[in-house]
């Protein structure tokens, strides 16, 4: 008998949602897996703060808006894909 792989809820809700890319050594921009931008990684000091993005229906960008206003200032020890949808990736649902 094949036992099913034991995988954590919040893994199974959010593998993979939110992706980073590097823009430069103190940013890195997250991303939905369709490529909508959401919000950005940025040192501040010694760690990292998330920072939430929206847009308006203009395309203007809405600091501290969009799916993960409310999240806004998580605070990460460093730019971790897998940290970021540990803590970010539930909201998304």
Not at 61 to 77: D, I, K, M
Not at 79 to 84: E, G, K, L, S, T
Request: hydrophobic share 40%.
């Amino acid at each position: 008998m094949l036992w099913p792989s034991i995988t954590p809820s919040w893994a199974r809700n959010c593998l993979a949602l939110l992706t980073l890319k590097p823009v430069n050594a103190n940013v890195h921009s997250v991303h939905l897996a369709d490529g909508t931008h959401v919000g950005n990684l940025k040192r501040v000091g010694s760690v990292w703060k998330f920072k939430a993005v929206g847009y308006d229906t203009h395309g203007a960008v809405e600091p501290g808006c969009g799916p993960l206003t409310n999240q806004h200032n998580t605070v990460f020890a460093q730019p971790d894909a897998a940290a970021v949808n540990r803590q970010l990736g539930s909201h998304l649902s």
